[in-house]
């Protein structure tokens, strides 16, 4: 079957943009290997799906060139997205920061964008494996339930993340085959491991303390969380799409407080350090850290040099992370196609015209907090407007 427009993979990206091509009369095919569209959509946000962030500027996204999204995301806004969720009735609320949250459920978000593409006449085939792609005049597609050709062809393939809901590496395979060149992935937006020596943290498991983080020279002040292996939380998360394997991440546990001038000040208080750092920090930490080192005397009896311990493992704690937690826990892909081989006005290869890359599977990669649903659907309307 021939085709105008066909968008392989119906996730964010895929189904917003298959639903704007639709809307300008193009006929078009959205296939989807899995047995239903936007499943990452759906685990999304705790099951409510963080859709997009009012505060969304292209500072907010990592890139071999910082300043390629930029085209895009102004063609369409964060503005843009919440008047289409209204439309739908969605309730949605502002959990902090500029994030935006489903009242109820990420299915709705799921639900909007089938409406749309269904109003645009789009054509829909799930549990469609695509085998291979051929480019004459226009590309022909062989999926498992047949072939079908297309004058233009749109990846929207995601990333390598969450491979348990269906993630594949199709989208670097086609830019493979095409000559396209990709910057190396890995996984982000994940919690990291701690090297052997900090094993016996595993002890503070399940503790959350508001931090800042520090990785590359970009801080995060949001909460860090202890876990078996070692730091996750949502400013571990974000300093993650910086980190660089044997590099280290400065944290400080007491951001705002200067340790070194309170605990100078403090000095003729008889309370000890665990109970003075106890009102400060959760009591669990607090004995772990005695328990390693931390001098337990009474105020009055410290030091200069016990002060200045006490400071470097509370403000100005230096980690050495192992490695990530891999693709498993990763919520995005870092790298991807090389934007140096795209439009940043219709995100089509420049050497292959009629075919497009958008979303994940695109060398853009958001930080933390409705980001990376705002570069969907901002890369998948400029290209539905352009093929």
């Known amino acids: 079957m021939k085709f105008d427009v066909i968008v392989i993979?119906?996730?964010?990206?895929?189904?917003?943009?298959?639903?704007?091509?639709?809307?300008?009369?193009?006929?078009t095919l959205l296939l989807e290997h899995n047995a239903?569209?936007?499943?990452?959509?759906?685990?999304?946000?705790?099951?409510?799906?963080?859709?997009?962030?009012?505060?969304?500027?292209?500072?907010?996204?990592?890139?071999?060139?910082?300043?390629?999204?930029?085209?895009?995301?102004?063609?369409?806004?964060?503005?843009d997205f919440i008047e289409l969720v209204r439309s739908y009735r969605i309730e949605y609320f502002e959990k902090?920061?500029?994030?935006?949250?489903?009242?109820?459920?990420?299915?709705?978000?799921?639900?909007m964008l089938l409406?749309?593409?269904?109003?645009?006449?789009?054509?829909?085939?799930?549990?469609?494996?695509?085998?291979?792609?051929?480019?004459?005049?226009?590309f022909t597609v062989e999926t498992s339930l047949g072939n079908f050709s297309?004058?233009?062809?749109?990846?929207?393939?995601?990333?390598?993340?969450?491979?348990?809901?269906?993630?594949?590496?199709?989208?670097?395979?086609?830019?493979?085959?095409?000559?396209?060149?990709?910057?190396?992935?890995?996984?982000?937006?994940?919690?990291?491991?701690?090297?052997?020596g900090l094993a016996d943290a595993a002890k503070l498991a399940g503790i959350s303390v508001d931090s800042e983080v520090n990785a590359d020279n970009r801080s995060f002040r949001e909460n860090i969380l202890f876990t078996h292996r070692g730091l996750s939380g949502p400013?571990?998360?974000?300093?993650?799409?910086y980190w660089r394997q044997g590099e280290d991440v400065d944290i400080d546990m007491l951001p705002g407080t200067d340790l070194a001038d309170e605990l100078s000040r403090s000095r003729h208080e008889r309370i000890t350090l665990a109970v003075w750092l106890g009102n400060r920090l959760p009591n669990r930490l607090v004995q772990y850290l005695v328990a390693n080192g931390l001098p337990n005397k009474p105020l009055d009896q410290l030091n200069g040099k016990e002060i200045s311990e006490v400071t470097s493992k509370i403000n100005k704690w230096r980690v050495r992370f192992q490695k990530t937690e891999g693709?498993?826990?990763?919520?995005?892909?870092?790298?991807?196609?090389?934007?140096?081989?795209?439009?940043?006005?219709?995100?089509?290869?420049?050497?292959v015209p009629g075919l497009y890359f958008i979303g994940e599977v695109v060398d853009v990669t958001g930080w933390l907090g409705g980001y990376n649903f705002q570069w969907a659907w901002a890369s998948a309307y400029a290209a539905g407007k352009a093929v």
């Open 115 to 138: 409406a749309e593409c269904r109003k645009a006449k789009v054509a829909i085939k799930t549990n469609c494996s695509v085998n291979s792609v051929a480019k004459e005049e226009g």
């Open 150 to 196: 297309c004058e233009s062809l749109v990846v929207a393939t995601g990333g390598l993340s969450f491979p348990k809901i269906g993630a594949t590496d199709l989208g670097y395979r086609l830019a493979r085959q095409f000559g396209i060149r990709t910057v190396q992935t890995r996984p982000s937006l994940v919690p990291m491991m701690f090297e052997s």
């Open 327 to 351: 693709w498993d826990k990763a919520e995005v892909t870092l790298g991807g196609i090389s934007t140096d081989e795209l439009s940043s006005k219709t995100m089509e290869v420049k050497k």
């Open 9 to 27: 993979g119906a996730g964010a990206a895929g189904m917003f943009c298959a639903a704007e091509a639709g809307k300008r009369g193009r006929r």
């Open 96 to 111: 902090k920061l500029g994030q935006l949250f489903c009242r109820d459920r990420s299915h709705q978000i799921v639900e």
């Open 36 to 79: 239903q569209p936007g499943r990452k959509i759906i685990v999304s946000g705790g099951g409510r799906c963080n859709f997009t962030n009012i505060h969304t500027t292209h500072e907010n996204f990592v890139s071999s060139n910082p300043h390629f999204c930029k085209s895009a995301l102004a063609g369409y806004t964060p503005n």
């Open 235 to 241: 400013a571990i998360l974000q300093a993650s799409n």
